[in-house]
């Protein structure tokens, strides 16, 4: 049973950076995908980042590219998305997910494991 565990977030201003963090635990192959989506009240999620940990490639989406990065840690299974310079329009609740297959740009009906999500506030 893969489980994902979310850890970072919070409240910061505009300009500020904060860090999240997604441990994976479950998997028997090394070779799996995590992203981050982020869902705001009465709207769809929307996948901002993602890494395959197989090949380390990337996706980010247009709104996020250049401000965020993510990076993946092999030896504890913890995938960070590094958030820079927020801006108040990244204000969401921020949940980790996990599927043995990459599809870029990731949709969240597609993928099968869920963290428990992370609220991140960015005022102005």
């Known amino acids: 049973q893969v489980q994902l565990v979310e850890s970072g977030g919070g409240s910061v201003q505009a300009g500020g950076s904060l860090t999240l963090s997604c441990a994976a635990s479950?998997?028997?192959?090394?070779?799996?995908?995590v992203g981050w989506f982020r869902q705001a009240p009465g709207e769809e999620r929307e996948g901002v980042a993602a890494?395959?940990?197989?090949?380390?490639?990337?996706y980010f989406a247009d709104s996020v590219r250049g401000r965020f990065t993510i990076s993946q840690d092999n030896a504890n299974n913890t995938i960070t998305l590094q958030m820079d310079n927020l801006k108040p329009d990244d204000t969401d609740i921020y949940y980790c997910?996990?599927?043995?297959?990459?599809?870029?740009?990731?949709?969240?009906?597609?993928?099968?494991?869920w963290g428990q999500g992370t609220q991140v506030t960015v005022s102005s």
């Open positions: 479950g998997y028997t192959d090394s070779s799996y995908c």
């Open positions: 997910a996990s599927d043995e297959g990459c599809g870029f740009p990731p949709t969240a009906s597609m993928w099968d494991y």
């Open positions: 890494i395959f940990t197989g090949d380390a490639s990337t």
